[in-house]
């Protein structure tokens, strides 16, 4: 079992950045494939990006450039760096983890991840 919390999210002008962070219980954090998605207010959840256990990432494409994922094995953490924030960054962010014998390993497939975080709002205004 993996408990996943997300922080970090809040109010930030266009342009702007911020950091989300997710921790991770359990001491198999380094086993987990780990990915960000949104979900913004009427739309359906979407992917954001993913990292693999080795450090591998992917990003869609409305975010390449613009934000960076990245994870500190030793702290349990993963973390999602957004620069350049836009209006249509605006939404929940979720955390999900995903089990997987592969260390280079990345998915966007939310029916991928055995684990969800209950998310953070990240709200962007113009």
């Known amino acids: 079992q993996v408990q996943l919390v997300e922080s970090g999210g809040g109010l930030v002008q266009a342009g702007g950045s911020l950091r989300l962070s997710c921790a991770a219980s359990?001491?198999?954090?380094?086993?987990?494939?780990m990915g960000w998605f949104r979900q913004a207010p009427g739309k359906e959840r979407e992917f954001v990006a993913a990292?693999?256990?080795?450090?591998?990432?992917t990003y869609y494409a409305g975010v390449k450039g613009r934000f960076t994922i990245s994870r500190t094995n030793a702290k349990n953490t993963v973390y999602l760096q957004m620069n350049s924030l836009k209006p249509e960054d605006t939404a929940v962010y979720y955390c999900?983890?995903?089990?997987?014998?592969?260390?280079?390993?990345?998915?966007?497939?939310?029916?991928?991840?055995?684990?969800w975080g209950q998310g953070t709002q990240v709200t962007v205004s113009s």
């Open positions: 999900a983890a995903r089990f997987t014998n592969y260390s280079d390993s990345y998915s966007n497939k939310q029916y991928e991840y055995n684990y």
């Open positions: 359990g001491r198999t954090f380094s086993s987990y494939g």
């Open positions: 990292i693999s256990r080795s450090g591998f990432s």
